[in-house]
């Protein structure tokens, strides 16, 4: 097996004629680059250097040694410079994925303007509400929303969300608007791919079965179908707040309203986060809070 022990003393004693300026050079001590030398001499079954209290010279075999190592270390040198400034500055491919709705309306708009200023990183984005296994499908980041399982990945926050039932005015001026949740089985429910809403009743999180004549695994159609007045809907914050805001849509069963859930980032618990990861962190971190 391949040991890289002791090339860098025997590089810096060639090329310093000296064990003592290789010492310096290295910011180590002569005796542990004798050390060194001494075993790598053992492990080729040859003699580098003749050495005398005055001088070093090198030997033949260190001749041959030294002119087929020197570009093995310029190669590795280049190589950890190379790692030094992805480290220092983000580029390559990048691989996201992250819910459907959630990352059409909160986390692309995000990515754009971190691509702007990041012109050396590649970001290949899958939108999915299945779960991906970031390690088996080699994603570098991913985000969930929600409660999180137990995993061996590093979940960092990057917000919360929260979910309001609304309807429009018009429909609440033609049929009322429920006040407690035993009134909803009174009220026409839009649908998305479940068939329960999620509240807060004495202090307790309560799902409740919903029921209604729409029902679409799309959350800006149920919102087009709240608008006009189909009836109500329980969608999360960035759908409904613009409108809730213009008045075009009413919040309501607000003392019922659950919990803010979430908004995570997940990736491999590595030691040496990269750059690109930790710089769209960041950059998700800032634009969602």
């Given at each position: 097996m391949l040991s890289w022990e002791?090339?860098?003393?025997?590089?810096?004693?060639?090329?310093?004629?000296?064990?003592?300026?290789?010492?310096?050079?290295?910011?180590?001590?002569?005796?542990?680059?004798?050390?060194?030398?001494?075993?790598?001499?053992?492990?080729?079954?040859?003699k580098l250097f003749y050495r005398t209290t005055r001088r070093v010279s090198i030997t033949e075999a260190g001749t041959t040694y030294y002119h087929h190592c020197r570009p093995a270390i310029e190669s590795l040198e280049e190589a950890e410079r190379a790692i030094s400034d992805l480290q220092l500055n983000p580029k390559g491919n990048l691989r996201l994925s992250a819910p459907v709705a959630y990352g059409e309306k909160a986390i692309m708009p995000i990515l754009n303007e971190f691509m702007k200023l990041y012109e050396d990183v590649s970001i290949d984005v899958l939108l999915?509400?299945?779960k991906v296994d970031l390690i088996e499908d080699g994603f570098d980041l991913v985000?969930?929303?929600?409660?999180?399982?137990?995993?061996?990945?590093?979940?960092?926050?990057?917000?919360?969300?929260?979910?309001?039932?609304?309807?429009?005015?018009?429909?609440?001026?033609?049929?009322?608007?429920?006040?407690?949740l035993s009134e909803l089985g009174n009220h026409n429910c839009l649908l998305g791919t479940l068939d329960h809403w999620r509240f807060i009743e004495?202090?307790?999180?309560?799902?409740?079965?919903?029921?209604?004549?729409?029902?679409?695994?799309?959350?800006?159609?149920?919102?087009?179908?709240?608008?006009?007045?189909?009836g109500l809907v329980q969608l999360a914050d960035y759908y409904v707040e613009p409108y809730?805001?213009?008045?075009?849509?009413?919040?309501i069963l607000e003392n019922y309203r659950p919990l803010e859930e979430g908004v995570w980032a997940l990736y491999p618990?590595?030691?040496?986060?990269?750059?690109?990861?930790?710089?769209?962190?960041?950059?998700?971190?800032?634009?969602l809070s």
């Open positions: 002791g090339l860098r003393e025997f590089i810096a004693v060639v090329e310093t004629d000296s064990f003592t300026m290789a010492a310096k050079q290295l910011g180590t001590s002569v005796a542990q680059v004798s050390r060194r030398i001494g075993r790598l001499e053992d492990r080729l079954g040859a999915t509400n299945k985000i969930r929303l929600g409660m999180l399982e137990s995993s061996s990945l590093v979940a960092k926050k990057l917000t919360s969300r929260t979910l309001y039932v609304c309807a429009s005015a018009d429909y609440i001026s033609k049929y009322g608007q429920p006040f407690t004495n202090a307790q999180e309560k799902t409740m079965r919903v029921k209604g004549n729409y029902r679409c695994n799309n959350g800006p159609a149920l919102l087009n179908a709240t608008l006009a007045g189909f809730i805001k213009s008045g075009e849509i009413i919040p618990q590595n030691r040496h986060l990269s750059s690109k990861v930790r710089a769209l962190i960041d950059f998700l971190n800032h634009g």
